[in-house]
């Protein structure tokens, strides 16, 4: 999740996508980790009330269940994810591997039977180069030698030279420090934003909370940075392992070099500078192309009753391109694609229609949730839910939730289905559950996020290590399980939620 926005007053909140205003950073972490936090909702075992029973009839609880036996012995995702992650590889907005990986999941929405569109995005094609950085003088330094600093550039980052730039580094703690120091000590300088990422609040179960507090300096950084005259940018990994590897991710454009250097590589850096003047080498040449034109997937089970009417189930295509995009965001998409395959080996048919959504640019700008917007507001009213899976493909614990607290209270019935694998938390939140639809939910559309067991998350998100080793089949059925059985209730249930 993340980047810049005009708008005054939206406040996306993504995992991999950040939205700035101004000068000021929000970062909209999760709200499952907030405080203070809404009242949770009761749970399932609870009495029901008419209007619970009347929407949730027992033959649609009985498909309900039917549903969920089905995803939780179903492998169709796993392959799904497998042949995005193992055959096409990462999918960085403008790629070949992005536009094979639209080409694919098109092919198999319509092999399930489903009405599929091909809807167009601009998105920028931003190619990562040459990417080495050396310490070249520090206290202490053996003759001869140079401290090999590990890092990537982050999205969007402009070019050095090609061979490069040398410049003293000047390590900041936040935008205060930053701000004191002043033009006259930045100009000519590299800048190294050493933001600590709350371990511990991760650890926690925080791990959305720890994300926002750090992942502001890769976001606004470079930009302050270079408003000051710096030559480059450096932020310390936005991340929560200890693997020496950098996390690359979006960043407002800011005209200089920017990159993401490890945790400990910024330690180091750190380090040194308190006993003297430390200069780098820094070679960052990734390239800037002309806009690509790219699609958001749009694939429909058409409802019996109000065709009309849509439940979105989504996730987003497209990925960074240091790892293959396994747990962000592979596995969202692969989970509502399996909520379609479902319900027709099923022979289940909702309703209203089921939309399956593969987003496009989720990472490098949003330009495919802002497609959809442009193209689709007008039938927003219409839009009875919105659900996307942006969290990764561990155990889910639920849903984040951001609807009329009325709405959620008539969900109950579908969390006692989902109760026996345990993904019948639901946490309400101030903010948009996913990037891809958040206008969505700012329109006032029910909007839902599956929330994932997120201690791990950030250990390999935006780095080389996102790959399919790091999903867990059994917990991929899970998720798949709670986002088929969620967007069949939204689409069958008999009442849309109220707004
Ligand atoms: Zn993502």
Redesign the pocket.
């Given at each position: 999740?993340t980047r810049a926005h005009s708008s005054s007053r939206t406040i996306a909140a993504?995992?991999?996508?950040i939205i700035v205003f101004g000068t000021f950073w929000q970062t909209a972490a999760r709200a499952q980790n907030q405080q203070p936090k809404p009242a949770p909702l009761p749970f399932a075992n609870e009495p029901q009330s008419p209007a619970q029973l009347e929407n949730f009839p027992a033959h649609l609880l009985e498909e309900l269940s039917s549903i969920k036996a089905a995803a939780l012995s179903d492998d169709y995702a796993y392959r799904q994810v497998a042949h995005l992650t193992e055959n096409i590889g990462p999918r960085c907005s403008g790629s070949p591997q992005a536009k094979a990986a639209v080409d694919y999941v098109a092919a198999e929405l319509r092999q399930l039977g489903l009405d599929v569109q091909l809807e167009e995005v601009k998105v920028p094609h931003w190619v990562r180069g040459a990417e080495t950085a050396e310490l070249t003088e520090y206290a202490g330094q053996a003759a001869g030698t140079a401290q090999k600093i590990v890092l990537a550039a982050l999205g969007g980052s402009t070019s050095t030279p090609a061979e490069g730039t040398t410049a003293d580094v000047v390590v900041v703690h936040n935008f205060g420090e930053l701000k004191s120091l002043g033009r006259e000590k930045i100009t000519g300088k590299i800048v190294l934003f050493n933001e600590i990422f709350d371990k511990q609040k991760a650890a926690g179960g925080m791990a959305f909370i720890a994300y926002g507090e750090a992942v502001r300096y890769r976001g606004a950084g470079p930009k302050a940075a270079a408003d000051l005259g710096a030559v480059a940018a450096l932020v310390r990994s936005v991340g929560s392992a200890d693997f020496r590897l950098p996390h690359t991710g979006f960043s407002a454009p800011a005209g200089i070099p920017a990159g993401a250097v490890t945790a400990e590589d910024a330690d180091l850096i750190a380090d040194l500078s308190l006993q003297g003047k430390v200069r780098m080498h820094l070679t960052l040449t990734p390239q800037k192309l002309p806009d690509v034109t790219s699609y958001n997937v749009i694939a429909d089970l058409k409802g019996s009753e109000h065709p009309e009417q849509v439940v979105v189930v989504s996730?987003?295509l497209d990925?960074w391109d240091l790892g293959t995009g396994a747990i962000?965001?592979g596995a969202?998409v692969v989970v509502a694609m399996e909520a379609a395959e479902i319900l027709q080996k099923l022979h289940l048919r909702p309703k209203r229609t089921l939309r399956v959504i593969a987003w496009m640019d989720?990472?490098n700008g949003g330009s495919g949730s802002q497609a959809y917007t442009k193209d689709h507001s007008a039938q927003f009213p219409n839009h009875v839910a919105a659900i996307e899976s942006?969290?990764g493909a561990a155990h889910p614990l639920g849903f984040d939730v951001r609807m009329n607290p009325h709405a959620a209270e008539l969900l109950r019935p579908v969390l006692g289905v989902l109760e026996s694998f345990g993904a019948n938390a639901v946490e309400p939140t101030s903010y948009p559950p996913g990037?891809d639809i958040a206008a969505m939910s700012e329109a006032g559309v029910p909007a839902l996020g599956i929330l994932q067991d997120g201690r791990t998350y950030f250990h390999y998100h935006h780095t080389a290590a996102d790959t399919l080793d790091k999903i867990v089949p059994a917990e991929l059925r899970e998720n798949a399980a709670a986002m088929a059985v969620m967007g069949y209730a939204l689409a069958s249930m008999k009442v849309p939620l109220p707004r």
């Open positions: 999740m993504k995992v991999c996508f996730g987003h990925s962000d965001d969202g989720e990472e942006d969290a990037a």
